[in-house]
């Protein structure tokens, strides 16, 4: 599954694709191929933390995913135009200590021309729930 497939201008049909296709892969909670789908010098700002490079954004997803365990992912295309989406979403984990969490941002992303995302700010806040609160599997 390559997000690059499908490059912009996006249409309504293209948009919701790529939303699918992005939540689908960050779900493997693979790092070598979740990077593949970003540029190689994407830039990031995923809550407080800067990031440039793939060798950066795998660094940072393997932290992640160490930390957020039972990740489960649901993204939600809030809008777009030609190079660009808007992107709602929530995730649910578990810290090591059985702490369930659901997390609740939005995302603002940016495409170069092959569809690989260039550009990612993602500003993102965590509730603790129980573990009967889990809405996603």
Do not use: C
């Amino acid at each position: 599954m390559v997000t690059s497939t499908i490059v912009p201008p996006f249409t309504e049909e293209s948009a919701l694709s790529k939303v699918q296709m992005a939540e689908n892969l960050w779900n493997t909670r693979d790092p070598e191929r979740v990077v593949l789908s970003y540029t190689e010098d994407s830039e990031w700002r995923n809550r407080t933390e800067f990031l440039k490079g793939r060798e950066e954004i795998r660094a940072f997803l393997r932290r992640k995913w160490a930390r957020e365990l039972d990740y489960r992912l649901k993204k939600t295309l809030w809008g777009f135009r030609q190079n660009r989406m808007a992107v709602k979403f929530h995730y649910e984990w578990h810290d090591d200590s059985g702490q369930w969490f659901r997390s609740y941002g939005n995302e603002l992303w940016e495409f170069a021309p092959n569809g690989l995302m260039q550009r990612r700010e993602a500003s993102i806040n965590d509730m603790p729930i129980s573990e009967g609160d889990r809405l996603l599997p």
